[in-house]
């Protein structure tokens, strides 16, 4: 799963939702995965405005991965005059879209539920209590 | 000019909307100017245009259910009035065609012709005086004479004469073959729905699409192909997981050369969905939804959850751990209705659709044969669900030996368009059946008139295996 994955999901339970901890979910004993891939401008440019920008902040701290600049960077950051990927484009894409979860958990920082990830593949499953 | 599209005759209630949609995609005004579904050629005209040809080839280079795009050259009821109209329209551009290469066919719908008469009509189109050579194999130019005929009888209702502009995409369909793919199931949609529904959602490249049952991933797959960024669940993992072998979602990506497009696939139920909702810094999310839902013919529809008293509190194994943190654990599932499933889809929708994001679902029509009626109280018919922020963009309509499924596009409204009243009330009603107790209490018949109907009445050996959606297994 990538990393832009994870900003779209928050914890699955209905009374987390409301509350601020239940996302972004942490990551606990993940082990990532980087794979190289051309880059995908035009979608990293639609996806930015709908990114939470501070739960990706957070998540590359937590991973130790190069650290974001405090603000979302704006369209016009992503393509130098001449057309051209920028750093800052091609750092983004090498963080969201070449780095993958492989395994570990996915906490959820309200309720403290782990989801567990494993080949890469997240279960969201609750027990019935939860429900 | 005018524009002909000859469509492939089958799934006739879906040719309109593909080419609609992807007319909205690349931002093209046309309008219809002959279209029935009886025929496998319409008659369009862009409006708004200064080039009708480029529009013409956006329009078909993606298109699943046409074949290929026409200049209209002229319309016909017969022969004469045919050549006449040809002349009319156009006269003026013989002289750019005199000396280009060129092959000229006959596409005879319901009809068929010998040699001889094949060589009769293209002569009695000698008017036009083109002087270049005959090549049948890349022609600069390819002129066709369309004869539509009424089954059965010799003489063609009408006749249209074109130069073809551009091929569809419809190659597609051999590329995505499920023969060919890697990782299948028995429920696996075929691959020209699955591509034209994905035509359906408007998927592009730079949007991002979602599939809340994506079983072995076909409409994901079949959106990626059309460039989308997709990512998928299913409350099946073993299903995305797939095999020992390697043969999983993942690996079908692979196969196609779109797995830089695939974010991933997780576990999970829709109405425990993990997909955040707007406005949790972010916006809303998705471009495009699109999915298959369980019918739950075999084993009714599940949900997380439990019936059963004990279940609502956390179980101990008898070391004392919780049950749910072991590695063997399997959450419980309870029956599920599936009128509410299909709800449940279109507010999550509502909630997570961009502006102008649509939703493509797939869902039973149940019942609707004439056979079927007077056996049974009214009401087996689902009604098409609706959400005060999401505009029905149109259904369509696959129909098998004995029951039929429908595919429902909806375009999500922007919130200053949406109805507020409407939307209140909507959700008053809404949180009221979920609180309600029917749906925990009621036996998987009960709650899904299509899975009883479908045991009661209308199982016939004769419907394909394939068609026969398998419910999830736990
Ligand atoms: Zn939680």
């Known amino acids: 799963m990538k990393l832009l994955t994870l900003n779209f999901l928050t914890c699955a339970r209905k009374t987390c939702k409301a509350t601020a901890a239940s996302f972004p979910l942490h990551c606990r004993e993940v ?45 016009e950051e992503l393509q130098g005059a001449d057309g051209e990927p920028t750093q800052v484009l091609n750092d983004l894409h090498t963080l969201l879209m070449e780095t993958s979860v492989v395994s570990g958990k996915l906490v959820c920082g309200n309720c403290e539920y782990e989801y567990p990830v494993k080949d890469g593949i997240a279960s969201f499953l609750l027990p019935s209590h939860m429900v | 000019m005018d524009y002909l599209i000859r469509f492939i005759q ?63 050259w002229g319309i016909g009821t017969d022969y004469p009035t045919l050549h006449a109209d040809v002349r009319h329209r156009t006269q003026h551009l013989w002289p750019q065609y005199l000396h280009s290469t060129f092959r000229f066919e006959i596409d ?17 189109f000698s008017y036009t005086a083109f002087q270049g050579a005959i090549r049948m194999h890349n022609p600069d130019n390819q002129f066709t004479v369309f004869e539509d005929y009424t089954l059965n009888t010799t003489v063609p209702k009408r006749v249209y004469h074109g130069r073809r502009v551009a091929e569809s ?18 429920t696996s949609m075929d691959a020209e729905l699955s591509l034209v529904t994905a035509n359906l959602t408007l998927a592009a490249p730079g949007k991002l699409v979602y599939d809340p049952f994506m079983g072995t991933g076909s409409f994901p797959l079949a959106c990626a ?14 299903s995305i997981r797939g095999k020992p072998d390697g043969r999983n979602v993942h690996a079908n990506f692979t196969q196609y050369g779109t797995s830089p497009l695939y974010l991933g696939g997780f576990v999970a139920d829709l109405t425990n969905t993990p997909v955040r909702a707007a406005g949790r810094g972010g916006g809303r999310l998705l471009d495009a939804i699109i999915c298959d839902p369980p019918y739950g013919v075999r084993e009714g529809l599940k949900v997380l959850g439990s019936t059963r008293a004990a279940l609502q509190e956390v179980v101990y194994l008898s070391d004392g751990t919780p049950a749910h943190l072991s590695q063997s654990y399997v959450p419980p599932k309870k029956p599920y209705s599936f009128v509410r499933m299909l709800d ?85 009603t809404r949180s009221t059946a979920q609180n309600g107790t029917a749906e925990s209490k009621g036996t998987a018949d009960d709650l899904n008139d299509f899975r009883r109907k479908y045991f009661q009445g209308f199982r016939d050996p004769t419907i394909p295996r394939k068609h026969e959606r398998l419910p999830h297994t736990f």
């Open chain 2, 108 to 124: 005879a719908f319901h009809g068929s012709h010998s040699q001889a008469s094949q060589r009769a009509i293209i002569e009695s």
């Open chain 2, 344 to 428: 449940d889809v279109l507010a999550f929708a509502a909630g997570a659709l961009v502006d102008g994001g649509r939703l493509c679902m797939w869902m039973p029509v149940a019942g609707a044969t004439a056979e079927d009626e007077g056996e049974e109280e009214g009401g087996e018919e689902y009604a098409v669900p609706l959400h005060p922020a999401l505009e029905l963009v149109g259904e369509c309509t696959q129909q098998f030996s004995k029951w039929s499924r429908r595919l429902l596009t909806y375009r999500r409204l922007q919130d200053s368009v949406i109805d507020h009243d409407r939307l209140s009330a909507y959700q008053t």
């Open chain 2, 10 to 72: 089958m799934h006739e209630s879906f040719r309109q909307l593909e080419i609609e949609a992807l007319a909205e995609l690349h931002q093209l005004q046309f309008e219809w100017l002959f279209y029935s579904n009886e025929s496998p050629f319409a008659i369009i005209r862009f409006i708004n245009t200064e080039d009708p040809e480029g529009a013409a080839k956006s329009l078909i280079s993606r298109s699943i259910l046409s074949l290929a795009i026409h200049e209209l």
């Open chain 2, 169 to 186: 995409g419809r190659k597609a369909v051999t590329k995505y073959s499920l023969k060919k793919r890697r990782y299948i199931a028995t």
């Open chain 1, 31 to 75: 082990e990532l995965e980087q794979v190289e891939m051309d880059p995908n401008p035009l979608f990293i440019k639609n996806m930015l405005p709908r990114l939470d920008w501070k739960a990706m902040k957070g998540l590359t701290q937590e991973l130790g991965l190069p650290q974001l600049p405090n603000e979302a960077p704006s369209e």
């Open chain 2, 225 to 238: 192909h059309f460039g989308a960024s997709v990512f998928g669940s299913d409350l099946d993992g073993r």
